[in-house]
């Protein structure tokens, strides 16, 4: 069983910047891949950044150029840098972790909220 635990999360204003973290009790160099989704009320579920054991990695449009995600194998931490915040990238963000497979999570957070105001 792998437990994440998502911080970093609060209110800011438009243009700002915030560093979640999300800390895994296993190894997670041995993970298939890592991330972040978020979830607007009203609104689905969106991939905001997915990192995998070789490094790779992948963002939506909405936050490309923006949003960093990167990972301290050492700590078991992922995180995600998310700099000139919009007021659309309010939402609760949760981490995950791929472990059995190769794309659909098998682990989630708890979701950490991010409010940004205009």
């Known amino acids: 069983q792998v437990q994440l635990v998502e911080s970093g999360g609060g209110l800011v204003q438009a243009g700002g910047s915030l560093r979640l973290s999300c800390a895994a009790s296993g190894t997670i160099f041995s993970f298939n891949a890592m991330g972040w989704y978020r979830q607007a009320p009203g609104k689905q579920r969106e991939l905001v950044a997915r990192i995998t054991r070789g490094g790779s990695t992948n963002y939506p449009d909405s936050v490309k150029d923006r949003f960093t995600i990167s990972r301290d194998n050492a700590k078991n931490t992922v995180y995600l840098q998310m700099n000139s915040l919009k007021a659309e990238d309010t939402a609760v963000y949760y981490c995950?972790?791929?472990?059995?497979?190769?794309?659909?999570?098998?682990?989630w957070g708890q979701g950490t909220q991010v409010t940004v105001s205009s």
């Open positions: 995950f972790a791929v472990v059995n497979g190769l794309s659909a999570p098998d682990y």
